[in-house]
């Protein structure tokens, strides 16, 4: 409850069953009752998250080179990881145009021509630590809009339970991008 008044943060409430489903597969799994087959809407780290994250990415660079609409916007705490950063070096190559939203760590250098000249970084500081972490992905005309308790750096990736879960309302999706264009 102390740090409830320093940090501004973004949770779901949700009565989704396929939601419901995986949060208590995670609880199962943490508690080494079973690991589930399939999963229905959460990326969960360490197992999958940066291969989910490395996908989307690459989506959008795929359709960047298809000459489909491609877009990536990242609200965060951190940005270290090194497959993710190359990952968006080469979507930025590929001419999709990367919004990055940063508090603090950041190792991507934006604005280097042919490799990042497609990136701007931007910083948050005030008051308020902003503590949420929203993931934009134009998917070709298709929005989606995820949100995770996890940055993009290695200990949050690969030594944490971290849980990545999708937005799927039109209205909270308008809601998120208006935080996001903030």
């Known amino acids: 409850d102390a740090t409830a008044k320093l940090y501004t943060d973004i949770g779901l409430l949700t009565a989704s069953n396929e ?3 995986d949060a208590t597969a995670v609880f199962n799994m943490i508690s080494g009752y079973s690991e589930p087959l399939a999963w229905n809407k959460l990326a969960l780290a360490p197992i999958w998250l940066r291969s989910r994250f490395l996908y989307l990415i690459g989506r959008e660079t795929k359709y960047a080179r298809e000459g489909r609409q491609a ?4 609200k965060m705490n951190s940005l270290c990881d090194k ?4 990952a968006l070096y080469e979507a930025s190559c590929a ?3 990367i919004s990055l939203i940063v508090r603090g760590i950041c190792s991507l250098i934006p604005g280097i021509p042919e490799v990042s000249e497609n990136i701007e970084v931007r910083s948050i500081v005030g008051n308020f630590l902003e503590h949420s972490r929203i993931f934009y992905f134009k998917n070709d005309g298709r929005e989606e809009i995820y949100c995770a308790s996890a940055d993009w750096m290695p200990r949050n990736l690969d030594k944490r339970v971290e849980i990545l879960f999708p937005v799927e309302k039109e209205e909270l999706k308008r809601e ?3 935080i996001l264009n903030l």
């Open 19 to 21: 939601i419901g489903e």
């Open 71 to 74: 877009r990536i916007i990242a």
């Open 83 to 86: 497959e993710l950063i190359a």
């Open 95 to 97: 001419g999709v145009k």
């Open 176 to 178: 998120l991008l208006h």
